[in-house]
């Protein structure tokens, strides 16, 4: 089954600048890993949605090409 982890976007308002998205992150079941809460940030952050999203991962290979592609598959299964 793999990990489960609840994604929840925030925004930090800057003073001289735009807004900036920011995000929480909290393994719901599996191995809580710094690891992991970085790949479920930034599977998150190629989406445009102010959701909570609900990813369940299990990957054997957690190289950066590895989660770039799964990146782009999720966006277009999204759009």
Known sequence: ???????????????MSAARPSYTTRVLLGVDEPLTHVIAKNLLSKLDTTKKVLL??????????VIQR??????????
């Open 70 to 79: 799964l990146s782009d598959v999720i966006k277009t299964v999204v759009e």
């Open 1 to 15: 089954m793999g990990t489960m982890v609840e994604v929840t976007r925030d925004v930090v308002l800057q003073e």
């Open 56 to 65: 369940s991962f299990s990957l054997k290979d957690n190289s950066p090409k």
